[in-house]
């Protein structure tokens, strides 16, 4: 019995249709899944930052100036002054004698050398100024001067002679903290010797305050 070469068993057709049913559904449903799937998200293009560029340099910061505390200053020798002439004399004693950065400051009393005769250098150390005896300024502030005044004398210390020269001198002077302000009067007396003249007496009359 000779067999047809295109037979197949029907088991084995059954098979392979439901194989090929089988591959028919797994198809479909791939196709159903990716239909129900939603769209994958697409990446939006990023915003470069603009920068703008100025010529103009940056305003610098502005700092509070802190205002200035009054200070006095020490004295300190002039150099300039003309001891030919004793009105220059007297007003330079009397601006370094005067001038004190403090209630202890000592400096005016190098200041002072120049323009005084040695006999009266322990006397202006321990006079001090004692001008704050009516509670005019404070003992322990520096003062300043702010004016000298030179005026003729009533004549009873004596007359003036080519050698000898009397005046009275008033000091205007300021205490540095408290602005306080006093007229410090003396009657100064000036020798000459050779050249240059020199204080010989100061004695001090009365302090008037402003």
Known sequence: MVRNRNYMPRRQKQALVGAGVVGALLVSAGVVWAANQPPAPVAEPTATPSVVESSEAPAPAQTATPTPTPTATAAAPATDVDTSKPEKVAEAWARAYFTRATGTDTAYQAAIEPYIDPSLREFMRTDEYNIDGKG???????????????????????????????????????????????????????????????????????????
């Open 136 to 210: 005019y300024l404070d003992q322990s502030e520096g003062t300043r001067v702010l004016d000298v005044k030179i005026t003729p004398q009533d004549g009873s210390v004596g007359i003036d002679t080519p050698d000898r020269w009397t005046r009275t001198v008033t000091v205007t002077v300021e205490g540095v903290k408290t602005g306080k302000k006093v007229d410090v009067p003396y009657t100064l007396t000036l020798f000459k010797a050779d050249a240059p003249w020199f204080i010989v007496s100061a004695p001090k009359t009365v302090i008037v305050g402003h």
